[in-house]
């Protein structure tokens, strides 16, 4: 069998090829009313020949868009945003928040839906122990679960969107809403209660591998040449070369059993436990080590059935001009603002939101540049147990007064139309258009 590569087409990529017909000489030929020829649906060959068609790999689907090949970030209205998954053999950044709390959540949830798909794992951390993190997993909930959590929450807060309903700015009634639960037919991956932890038997049947920076290496003393990488760096990325070689995810050589896909998930990269200190001074002496590792490991998931996911302290960097570069580098770039510590967490109009979450780039695949999205309005919140992103909207102004001007200056700009228009104003009333 022909390596395969994930950055093709809908014909070239497993899974999303579609059930293809066989010929008039592949198969005994069905009789129909007219007498010609007819076709049929071909099936698997005999003894795994080279004549059937490839299987779809488990938790995967095509893109309707140009048939390359999806997986589940976690978050099915993460999955929206992003034009219907994490493609496969790209690479997801995410920009902490200040204190950590919700872009960590979103690594978890990318790895848990790999435990649920039965996808290969690949953890590396150099502040938290990897078999924490994978023991920190949310529990997977079933549909009826999920939409039961949602109606319980949504039931307190209905009264008070039933009396502003009918006074609600005519622009946002109109606004396509966000995927909230599930039901519908186009959904992609799972829901996970945050509150819960997945079982112990879920987590014992995963197949997945541990890169901890402090094992690893035991300090960083050594001597590093102006073209090379940092140890952490360079221990990271031969690490993950040997996984994608040894296991098959390359395509040099058939997996074993059948197909699936190495999930990567990188924690905090960028930070001073990796040894860099990009966060440490506008002109580090190590400025080029992030991005060369990028460039790099970019390389190795264009090649391979690889799907990854980054998280970096992007706020603690001390020049901007490195953020510009990773972005550059990275397929899909989503940034979290937290509200925690800030002057609108006791702003009242944010107050059903905990924070903003930024698309800055979707991935243009075979392209030099990044798409970007044209949704501006993002926030999020975390519910109980479930983490949503709903479209942000301020509520309308519902005072009986004039708000935004006194009526002083109305009355002077009456006077002044009255003047130049010749209206019959008197100032004494608001101009009604």
């Known amino acids: 069998m022909a390596a395969l590569t994930p950055g ?3 014909s070239g990529g497993p899974g999303a090829a579609g059930d293809a017909p ?22 698997p060959a005999p003894g795994g020949g080279g004549g059937a068609r490839l299987r779809a790999i488990a938790g995967t689907r095509p893109s309707v868009r140009n048939g390359q090949l999806l997986v589940s970030a976690g978050l099915p209205a993460l999955d929206q945003l992003l034009g219907g998954g994490l493609a496969v053999g790209t690479l997801l950044l995410i920009e902490e928040d200040k204190y950590n709390i919700y872009s960590n959540l979103l690594f978890k949830y990318f790895l848990a839906e790999g435990v649920v798909c039965g996808h290969t794992l690949l953890v590396a951390s150099a502040k938290e122990d990897p078999d924490d993190i994978l023991q920190d997993l949310p529990e997977p909930l079933h549909d009826d679960k999920y939409k039961k959590e949602l109606d319980e929450v949504s039931s307190q807060k209905s009264q008070e969107k039933l009396d502003v309903s009918m006074k609600i700015a005519w622009r946002y009634q109109n606004l396509p809403k966000m995927e909230a639960g599930p039901g519908s037919h186009s959904r992609f991956g799972h829901y996970y209660d945050v509150s819960k932890r997945m079982p112990q038997e879920m987590v014992q049947s995963a197949k997945w591998h541990r890169f901890f920076l402090p094992e690893e290496i035991s300090s960083y003393t050594t001597t590093i040449e102006p073209c090379a990488l940092t140890p952490g760096y360079s221990k990271l990325l031969h690490f993950i070369q040997s996984i994608i070689a040894e296991e098959g995810f390359d395509g040099s050589c058939p997996q074993k059993k059948q197909k699936s896909i190495l999930r990567i998930g990188v924690q905090s990269l960028g930070s001073p436990l990796w040894g860099d200190d990009i966060c440490c001074a506008d002109s580090p002496e190590y400025m080029h080590n992030l991005t060369r590792f990028l460039y790099v490991l970019r390389g190795l998931l264009r090649m391979s059935l690889t799907a990854c996911i980054i998280t970096v302290p992007s706020h603690l960097f001390q020049n901007k001009a490195i953020t510009a570069r990773i972005r550059n580098l990275s397929d899909t770039v989503v940034g979290l603002e937290s509200f925690v510590g800030s002057e609108r967490e006791a702003n009242s109009l944010y107050k059903d939101f905990h924070g903003l979450i930024h698309i800055h780039q979707i991935p243009r695949l075979n392209s030099l540049i990044g798409d970007v999205s044209d949704t501006k309005d993002l926030a999020f919140k975390l519910q109980r147990k479930v983490f949503t992103i709903e479209r942000l909207h301020l509520p309308p102004d519902l005072s009986d007064t004039v708000s935004r001007s006194s009526k002083r200056d109305l009355e002077e700009s009456a006077k002044q139309l009255s003047l130049g228009c010749g209206l019959m104003a008197g100032g004494k009333e608001h101009l009604n258009f």
Do not use: Y
């Not at 066989?22 to 099936?43: M, V, Y």
């Open 8 to 10: 093709g087409g809908g």
């Open 22 to 43: 066989a010929t008039a000489a592949g198969g005994d030929p069905t009789e129909s009313g007219g007498g010609g020829c007819s076709f049929r649906r071909k099936g």
